[in-house]
């Protein structure tokens, strides 16, 4: 079984300042700083966890439209540029977050 090895700049480091891109600075120590929403955080949780949108919308009571919007606001809160193809938003996403939850941000 291969290993797949992504470039650094993908996987950043705790400090996600050196990625291309983040308009916001996710600063282990003051989740406020990028103003997520407990909302938010959920459907972080649940994204990272592996759920698709549709089984967010289910988990969640909501319509998935409104999750569809919702994590479009997610990921403009963390700073990922969902423009770029370089990137796969939901995967930087999941990233971001396990970095934050091992940095014990809570």
């Known amino acids: 079984m291969s290993t797949l090895s992504l470039p650094s700049r993908h996987v950043p480091s705790a400090d996600v300042s ?20 407990p909302r938010q955080l959920d ?8 759920y698709s949108n549709a089984a967010i919308a289910d988990h969640l009571g909501l319509t998935p439209r409104w999750i569809d919007n919702a ?3 997610l990921y403009g809160a963390l700073g990922i540029d969902t423009l770029d193809r370089k990137v796969n938003a939901r995967v930087y996403a999941t ?12």
């Open 18 to 37: 050196s990625v291309d891109g983040p308009r916001c600075h996710l600063d282990l120590g003051a989740p406020s700083r990028c103003h997520l929403t």
């Open 71 to 73: 994590v479009g606001a």
């Open 95 to 106: 990233v971001l977050y396990f970095q934050r939850s091992a940095a014990g941000w809570p």
């Open 43 to 50: 459907i972080w949780a649940l994204l990272a966890s592996g």
